[in-house]
Nanobody, 113 residues
Framework: QAEVVESGGGLVQPGGSLNLSCAISGNRDLKLHDAAWYRQGPGDQRLLVAHIFSGGHTDYADFAEGRFTISRDVAKDAVYLQMNNLQTRDTAVYYC??????WGRGTQVTVSS
């Protein structure tokens, strides 16, 4: 089992930045497990944003490439998503996922002027 808790969402103006955090409990050594950020906008399907694999390799959706950065702190059992140059289309609930099974409840990101 793992408990996943996201934080760091909020309201930001277009062009702004946010850094989302995902705290993972349940003895999950992130060097042995995959983690990812997904998002779900109003009326949309849940989409993969960025993935960080157990070996440290990262992968991004096209819309995130160059603007978003996924990272992890193994000692803190945490995964982060740094989001820069946010646009209104990035408005969504952002979810953290571990091992394709464990989900948090999400954190709302709203980009609006």
């Amino acid at each position: 089992q793992a408990e996943v808790v996201e934080s760091g969402g909020g309201l930001v103006q277009p062009g702004g930045s946010l850094n989302l955090s995902c705290a993972i409990s349940g003895n999950r050594d992130l060097k042995l497990h995959d983690a990812a950020w997904y998002r779900q906008g109003p009326g949309d399907q849940r989409l993969l944003v960025a993935h960080i694999f157990s070996g440290g390799h990262t992968d991004y959706a096209d819309f995130a490439e160059g603007r978003f950065t996924i990272s992890r702190d193994v000692a803190k059992d945490a995964v982060y998503l740094q989001m820069n140059n946010l646009q209104t289309r990035d408005t969504a609930v952002y979810y953290c996922n571990v091992d394709y099974v464990f989900w948090g409840r999400g954190t709302q990101v709203t980009v609006s002027s």
